[in-house]
T-cell receptor
Framework: KAGVTQTPRYLIKTRGQQVTLSCSPI?????VSWYQQTPGQGLQFLFE???????NKGNFPGRFSGRQFSNSRSEMNVSTLELGDSALYLC???????????FGPGTRLLVL | AQKITQTQPGMFVQEKEAVTLDCTYD???????LFWYKQPSSGEMIFLIY??????QNATEGRYSLNFQKARKSANLVISASQLGDSAMYFC??????????????FGKGTLLTVNP
């Protein structure tokens, strides 16, 4: 089975722009979660989706949003980018909500 | 609230030796899962091993074993016969299973393991 894929792998944006990151889960997995990883804050939970519904959201401003499609693929969007949004964004998929999460390679976002 | 503590920012081990990475956790929920992930410099988080709070025996996966001491709230990862490819950041994580609405992983700050030849 193919693993979790994330596109793009690297991204450079400037402050004020918006960005959309994509995640394709392992085939058959219906749950997708997103995490932000920074040197200062470590790994922080962003969102959790299951069957196209956002089940939970972490403590992030409204500039961070996401969605899940009927084929379980997920996207997250960050509007009005700030320098502090520079991070590694990791997507994880699991068969169900209480199952082991398997991570993708991540998208490295640099905001200049 | 859940919390994971990894007190070792960095660890060194000689190739072929065993190493223990420490992890303590804090939760008031009776049902939870504990995970260890490996993150090489490439960035991808690789799942290593899982231990459920009600599991009677310590989990093992190949060269990885989890030393689960529930009363002490510790879930240490033991890597036997270290290999150069084991050099990476290791994260301990917890997921609370009760409540039914939030299955997010809470991560520790990680331990950077360096395996010396």
């Amino acid at each position: 089975k193919a693993g979790v894929t994330q596109t793009p792998r690297y991204l450079i944006k400037t402050r004020g722009q918006q960005v959309t990151l994509s995640c394709s889960p392992i085939s058959g997995h219906r749950s997708v979660s997103w995490y932000q990883q920074t040197p200062g804050q470590g790994l922080q939970f962003l969102f959790e989706y299951f069957s196209e519904t956002q089940r939970n959201k972490g403590n992030f401003p409204g500039r961070f949003s996401g969605r899940q499609f009927s084929n379980s693929r997920s996207e997250m969007n960050v509007s009005t980018l700030e320098l502090g949004d520079s991070a590694l964004y990791l997507c994880a998929s699991s068969q169900g909500l209480a199952e082991t999460q398997y991570f993708g390679p991540g998208t490295r976002l640099l905001v200049l | 609230a859940q919390k994971i503590t990894q007190t070792q920012p960095g660890m060194f081990v000689q190739e072929k030796e065993a190493v223990t990475l420490d992890c303590t956790y804090d939760t008031s929920d009776p049902s939870y899962g504990l995970f260890w992930y490996k993150q090489p410099s490439s960035g991808e988080m690789i799942f290593l091993i899982y231990q459920g709070s009600y599991d009677q025996q310590n989990a093992t996966e190949g060269r990885y074993s989890l030393n689960f001491q529930k009363a002490r709230k510790s879930a240490n990862l033991v890597i036997s016969a270290s290999q150069l490819g084991d050099s990476a950041m290791y994260f301990c994580a917890m997921r609370v299973n009760s409540g039914g609405s939030n299955y997010k992983l809470t991560f520790g700050k990680g331990t950077l393991l360096t395996v010396n030849p």
